[in-house]
């Protein structure tokens, strides 16, 4: 899921790093919102190290993309930790100064805060009557626990325990189990056909949008077979510690076809996000190829590459649903379902999901745009947004589908 971590300015914020940690770890997208004072304890450079994403504590930055809405609308789940008895005031009144204000007021998940502070601060009136009211409103409060505090003295106001914030967290949003029982397998990135030893015929797929897949599927309960082509430097560490999830990597096209096959078979879905080579090269020379043994010009016989996904489907068992990705350039959106339904068709499938692409569009973004064909040419989703939002929607459609 998609959870902010609000960091407020106090000591404690050292252990929210082990917090945010433990989050990504279990296969969370991760976005911090530091406040300035909180800058003062753990820096910018931490946060953006354990989230894997960008942090910013102001409102000003990103304009374009709209960052303080954007943040709080997306978020599944919010934690401050530290919550700091300033910003368990500014909580209580709506103060919106910064960007983890803002994105307090912008959003609708359920929030949980993790107080923080010296026990007199904890038990003065301002911060009873504040938490109260926040309480009121439906925000969720762990701790502070009692112990020893940062001045020697000991009392109400240390941060509980990042386990215990996470444990709290979690209990809050309950986990889809949808695909519990289920096993899957996924196809993810771009596969590359040697030329020579040094030289590959490659393309810019990412791999998020197959990782994200894998992820949703395993969030919902799914053991997942991710079987990952070349994909972008650290997309694979959101999916290397989730239980439910195994890896294999691959490279060409025959090895995602092995691996495919071998993952599929007693699969119950398969889904190929992978972009693979539609051709291979001929003849792949031993020896690189120079410059000074040709005469200016150079010549690639390529030969196609059998299509796995026709393949699965010509294997497909009993209650097995297989699933395709297709990236189509086209002018407009009928354009593009009539492209998709076309090739729904000619590869059989249960379900393809359908994404317009162009030079900036699609391949290497965050956002994706698909439509989701089903085997009678209905439209059965049709989703804009983040690749893990695209992901469950297309998962959705899988269990309307297997319903049927
Ligand atoms: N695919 C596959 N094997 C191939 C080529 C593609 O399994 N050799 C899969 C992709 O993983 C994707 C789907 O087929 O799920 C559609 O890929 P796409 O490239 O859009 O379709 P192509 O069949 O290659 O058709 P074209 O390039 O002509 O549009």
């Given at each position: 899921?998609?959870?902010?971590?609000?960091?407020?300015?106090?000591?404690?914020?050292?252990?929210?790093?082990?917090?945010?940690?433990?989050?990504?770890?279990?296969?969370?997208?991760?976005?911090?919102?530091?406040?300035?004072?909180?800058?003062?304890?753990?820096?910018?450079?931490?946060?953006?190290?354990?989230?894997?994403?960008?942090?910013?504590?102001?409102?000003?930055?990103?304009?374009?993309?709209?960052?303080?809405?954007?943040?709080?609308?997306?978020?599944?789940?919010?934690?401050?930790?530290?919550?700091?008895?300033?910003?368990?005031?500014?909580?209580?009144?709506?103060?919106?100064?910064?960007?983890?204000?803002?994105?307090?007021?912008?959003?609708?998940?359920?929030?949980?805060?993790?107080?923080?502070?010296?026990?007199?601060?904890?038990?003065?009136?301002?911060?009873?009557?504040?938490?109260?009211?926040?309480?009121?409103?439906?925000?969720?409060?762990?701790?502070?626990?009692?112990?020893?505090?940062?001045?020697?003295?000991?009392?109400?106001?240390?941060?509980?325990?990042?386990?215990?914030?996470?444990?709290?967290?979690?209990?809050?949003?309950?986990?889809?189990?949808?695909?519990?029982?289920?096993?899957?397998?996924?196809?993810?990135?771009?596969?590359?056909?040697?030329?020579?030893?040094?030289?590959?015929?490659?393309?810019?797929?990412?791999?998020?949008?197959?990782?994200?897949?894998?992820?949703?599927?395993?969030?919902?309960?799914?053991?997942?077979?991710?079987?990952?082509?070349?994909?972008?430097?650290?997309?694979?560490?959101?999916?290397?510690?989730?239980?439910?999830?195994?890896?294999?990597?691959?490279?060409?096209?025959?090895?995602?076809?092995?691996?495919?096959?071998?993952?599929?078979?007693?699969a119950d879905v398969a889904v190929m996000v992978a972009a693979v080579?539609?051709?291979?090269?001929?003849?792949?020379?031993?020896?690189?190829?120079?410059?000074?043994?040709?005469?200016?010009?150079?010549?690639?016989?390529?030969?196609?590459?059998?299509?796995?996904?026709?393949?699965?489907?010509?294997?497909?068992?009993?209650?097995?649903?297989?699933?395709?990705?297709?990236?189509?350039?086209?002018?407009?959106?009928?354009?593009?379902?009539?492209?998709?339904?076309?090739?729904?068709?000619?590869?059989?499938?249960?379900?393809?999901?359908?994404?317009?692409?162009?030079?900036?569009?699609?391949?290497?973004?965050?956002?994706?745009?698909?439509?989701?064909?089903?085997?009678?040419?209905?439209?059965?989703?049709?989703?804009?947004?983040?690749?893990?939002?695209?992901?469950?929607?297309?998962?959705?459609?899988?269990?309307?589908?297997?319903?049927?």
């Amino acid at each position: 899921m998609f959870v902010v971590v609000g960091v407020s300015g106090g000591i404690a914020a050292y252990k929210t790093v082990h917090l945010v940690r433990a989050l990504v770890t279990n296969g969370h997208e991760v976005h911090v919102i530091p406040t300035e004072d909180a800058l003062r304890f753990v820096g910018t450079t931490t946060w953006e190290a354990v989230s894997r994403h960008p942090v910013t504590t102001s409102v000003h930055d990103d304009v374009a993309e709209v960052r303080h809405v954007a943040l709080g609308t997306r978020a599944d789940l919010v934690i401050v930790a530290p919550a700091t008895a300033n910003t368990l005031a500014k909580m209580a009144t709506g103060i919106a100064d910064n960007l983890l204000g803002v994105t307090l007021l912008a959003t609708t998940a359920p929030v949980l805060v993790a107080p923080a502070m010296h026990t007199a601060m904890w038990e003065h009136p301002a911060t009873t009557a504040n938490i109260e009211t926040l309480r009121g409103r439906g925000v969720h409060v762990v701790g502070p626990a009692d112990g020893p505090l940062t001045g020697g003295d000991s009392g109400p106001g240390r941060m509980s325990e990042p386990e215990e914030i996470l444990a709290a967290a979690l209990a809050l949003v309950p986990e889809r189990s949808d695909l519990a029982g289920l096993t899957v397998a996924v196809s993810t990135g771009g596969t590359r056909e040697a030329i020579d030893p040094v030289r590959f015929l490659g393309n810019r797929s990412s791999g998020r949008q197959g990782v994200d897949v894998a992820l949703a599927a395993a969030d919902r309960g799914a053991q997942v077979r991710l079987v990952a082509a070349h994909v972008e430097d650290g997309i694979l560490t959101a999916v290397a510690h989730h239980p439910r999830i195994t890896v294999e990597r691959v490279s060409t096209a025959a090895d995602l076809r092995a691996a495919m096959h071998a993952s599929t078979g007693d699969a119950d879905v398969a889904v190929m996000v992978a972009a693979v080579a539609d051709f291979r090269v001929d003849a792949v020379s031993d020896e690189k190829i120079r410059k000074e043994d040709g005469d200016g010009t150079a010549t690639l016989r390529l030969v196609a590459n059998p299509d796995i996904l026709a393949e699965l489907v010509a294997a497909r068992r009993d209650g097995q649903t297989i699933v395709g990705f297709a990236a189509e350039t086209a002018t407009d959106e009928a354009e593009l379902v009539e492209r998709g339904k076309r090739k729904r068709a000619r590869k059989g499938v249960d379900l393809l999901a359908v994404n317009r692409v162009d030079w900036a569009r699609g391949f290497e973004a965050a956002e994706n745009a698909v439509v989701v064909l089903d085997d009678g040419d209905a439209v059965v989703a049709e989703v804009a947004g983040s690749k893990r939002a695209v992901a469950d929607a297309l998962w959705d459609a899988v269990i309307a589908h297997r319903a049927r």
